[in-house]
C-alpha cells in the first residue's frame, strides 16, 4: 500500500510540474500586434491582430470589412446604406450618429478597435481614450493611392492581406478598362450634387473628383475648386455655359433619407438646350455609395460600374 501512495504521489508531481511548465509557455507567448500609421496616428498605434470587437464609423470600411468577410460589432446607424441594411439588425450594436457618437455605449463595449473619418476626427482624443483608433478616410486629391492603403491596412489588420490583393488587382482592371473608354469617347463631363433646392459641382482633386482624375472623364470646367466638401454652388446659367456632354448627379437627399426632387431640379426647361440634357447623358449615381460609403471595396467597383454603364448610353 505504502509503494502505491508513493507512486500517486510522484505522477502528481510529474502533472503541478507539466502544468506549471505550459503555463510558463503560455504567459510567455506575446499577443501579435500590427501598426497602423494615418493622418492622426504619426507615430503609429499599435492593435491586437484579428481584434474581436470592432466599432465602426466609417461606412466606406465598413463597406470593405464587409467584402473581406470580418465581422463587426458595433456602427452608427443613423444613415446605413441600402445595400449594407443587414447591419441595421440588432445583432449589431448602435453607437449613435455619424458626428454624435455614443461614447458611454462604446465604452461599454469595450472595442479592440475604433474605425472612424473625416466626421468624428474632431474626437479623435475621445475615441483613443477608449481603444486604438485609426483614421480611414480617402485622400480625394490622391484617391487611389489612399484607397489603396486603407484596404492594404484593414488587410493587414484583419490577416485578409491576399483577399485584399485580389479584389484591388480586379479593381485596376476596372479602372483601365474605363479611362480607355473615356480618352476614346472625347467628351466633356461635370458632376454635380442636388441638395434639397440648390446644386453645387465639383471638379478634379475635390470630393467627387475621381471621375476625372481616376476614370479619365474630361471635365467641362478645369477651374473648379477642389476645397470645399459640398462644392461650388453654381446656377441654371452655370450648366448652360458650361454645356457638359454627360451630367452626373450625386442625390445627397436620397442618402441621408429625405424626400428628393433631383430630376425635377436637374432635368427643367432652364437647362434643355445642354448637350447632357438634349441627348439624356444624366447619369443618377448611387447616392448611398457615393455620400455614404465611397472608398470601399464593393462601393468602388461599383461606382466604377455606374460611370461606365453612364458613359456606353452614346
Known sequence: MKKWIWIMTVLTAIVVLAGCGNQGQTEGIKEETVTVKDML??????????????????????????????NVTALPKQAVPKYLSKYEGDKYENVGGLKEPNFEKIAEIKPDLIIIQHRQADAFDEFSNIA??????????????????????????????????EELAAIDQKVDALKKEAKELKKKGLVIMANDSKMTAFGPKSRYGLIHDVF?????????????????????????????????????????????SAKQLVENDYVKSVKAIKNNHVVYL???????????LESLSAMIGEVKQGISQK
Open 41 to 70: 496616428n504619426k507615430d503609429g498605434v499599435k492593435i491586437k491582430k484579428n481584434p474581436k470587437k470592432v466599432v465602426v464609423f466609417d461606412m466606406g470600411s465598413l463597406d470593405t470589412l464587409d467584402k473581406i468577410g470580418v
Open 132 to 165: 486604438p483608433t485609426i483614421y480611414m478616410d480617402v485622400d480625394n486629391a490622391n484617391y487611389m493611392e489612399s484607397f489603396k492603403k486603407n484596404a492594404k491596412t484593414l488587410g493587414k489588420v484583419f490577416d485578409k492581406e491576399d483577399k485584399v490583393k
Open 216 to 260: 479619365g472623364i474630361t471635365p467641362a470646367d478645369q477651374k473648379l475648386e477642389p476645397s470645399d466638401k459640398h462644392g461650388q454652388s453654381i446656377s441654371y446659367e452655370y450648366m448652360v455655359k458650361t454645356n457638359p456632354d454627360y451630367l452626373f448627379v450625386v442625390d445627397r437627399g436620397a442618402a441621408i433619407g429625405e424626400e428628393t
Open 286 to 296: 448611387n447616392s448611398d455609395m457615393w455620400y455614404l460609403s465611397g472608398g470601399g
